[in-house]
């Protein structure tokens, strides 16, 4: 099996910053892209950034210039920096990581952590 732990949340006033870190742990041969999407009370859970095996990231657009994601490939984690934070981005954060299991086959599997709480006051 294969678990992701995230870490980090919390409660912050606006403006100001959080780092967040998912570890990924198991069964592991290697991963592929990780990213972070969010879910806000009565919404639909939404993409924050991914960021592929190489390096390559990919944001939504409320996100560009505010976050950072990075990933430690030795460590298989992935970080997502946020600053200037808004009341809007008060959601639950999940952690995503597309895993290829085995050296035996190229299939692959999409893991979710069980996510960590942001609130950002006013």
């Known amino acids: 099996q294969v678990q992701l732990v995230e870490s980090g949340g919390g409660l912050v006033q606006a403006g100001g910053s959080l780092r967040l870190s998912c570890a990924a742990s198991?069964?592991?041969?290697?991963?592929?892209?990780m990213g972070w999407y969010r879910q806000a009370p009565g919404k639909e859970r939404e993409l924050v950034a991914t960021?592929?095996?190489?390096?390559?990231?990919n944001y939504a657009d409320s996100m560009k210039g505010r976050f950072t994601i990075d990933r430690d490939n030795a460590k298989n984690t992935v970080y997502l920096q946020m600053n200037s934070l808004k009341p809007d981005d008060t959601a639950v954060y999940y952690c995503?990581?597309?895993?290829?299991?085995?050296?035996?086959?190229?299939?692959?599997?999409?893991?979710w952590g069980q996510g960590t709480q942001v609130t950002v006051s006013s």
């Open positions: 995503n990581a597309i895993v290829r299991r085995t050296s035996t086959s190229f299939s692959i599997r999409s893991y």
């Open positions: 198991g069964s592991i041969f290697s991963i592929n892209a």
């Open positions: 960021i592929t095996s190489g390096g390559s990231t």
